[in-house]
């Protein structure tokens, strides 16, 4: 398996990530797009992923696994079981059984609704509360959990341009652990991303965009993924890590993939 950490470490000196991929899409200079090169990169991890006709089928894919959070400063990992709904563009919900403080914390939108809820599950816990707040910041939090499921959504299944993304002209990138593809993603919302695809496999192999985990946070955040296995005719990573840019690191270990659940969003949401 190649090091994905060490890939992230040598393509962003090599390219700098720290230009373009930080402002909004409407404040950046126009992206190199050579459609028939991206189109062509895309095809072959499409088709490595389980092929175009099958993950055109997938209106919805979910998850269910355990997370390990680890904070700069702390030595204790922070631990919870998910599962998460998504479907691209539609609907996204991740729902966590919080190990300490014990309690479940549910995320995400439904529309133009944000899904925002959370209570404590220990009779003698710190009771958590779920406020209200200002509509500035619904939509400031709304534009968040958009991007995260847009995230996903790309990492996990390639969405053609028809899904809005706007692919880049593909360029090569060489570590000592192995030979890359990174193409530009974007979307018409202010979204911006860049994804590496294994020149070998073809596969994606990490993602990299602005770090938006917190409204302070400034800097580049990745996500790398790992320890593809195929569920249901499609290949999937089964261990995804995320990093911010101020080196808080969140790994799902994911136990199970599922397709097409009509019944999840509800489930998840269900107190």
């Known amino acids: 398996m190649r090091n994905v950490v060490s890939l992230l470490a040598v393509v962003m000196v090599l390219f700098g990530f720290t230009t373009d991929a ?55 990992t922070l631990e919870a079981d998910f599962e998460f709904g998504l479907s691209p563009f539609e609907r996204y919900v991740l729902r966590e059984n919080v190990a300490w403080p014990s309690s479940v914390d549910i995320s995400g939108f439904d529309g133009t609704r944000l899904i925002r809820d959370g209570w404590s599950t220990s009779a003698d816990g710190p009771q958590l509360t779920i406020g209200r707040i200002k509509p500035d910041v619904e939509r400031r939090v709304l534009r968040l959990r958009r991007n995260q499921a847009m995230r996903l959504a790309l990492a996990l299944l390639l969405p053609s341009g028809t899904a809005g993304f706007q692919y880049g002209t593909p360029m090569p990138v060489t570590s000592p652990d192995g030979d890359a593809n990174s193409i530009e993603v974007t979307r018409p919302e202010d979204f911006a991303a860049t994804l590496f695809l294994d020149a070998v496999t ?41 990093q911010t840019s101020r080196n808080a690191t969140t790994q799902w270990d994911v136990k199970a993939y599922w397709f097409n659940d009509s019944g999840a969003f509800a489930r998840l949401t269900r107190r």
């Not at 296995?229 to 290949?235: E, F, M, N, P, S």
């Open 202 to 242: 073809h596969r994606p192999l990490l993602m990299k965009h602005v770090d938006d985990s917190t409204p302070q946070s400034t800097g580049i955040a990745s996500i790398g993924l790992e320890e593809y296995r195929t569920v249901d005719q499609v290949l999937l990573p089964h261990r995804l890590m995320f």
């Open 22 to 76: 930080r402002l909004p899409v409407s404040a950046r200079t126009a992206i190199q797009r050579d459609t028939a090169a991206s189109e062509a990169v895309l095809a072959q991890a499409r088709k490595a992923l389980g092929g175009e006709k099958r993950l055109a089928s997938i209106r919805s894919i979910h998850a269910r696994g355990q997370r390990r959070t680890r904070m700069p400063g702390l030595e204790e």
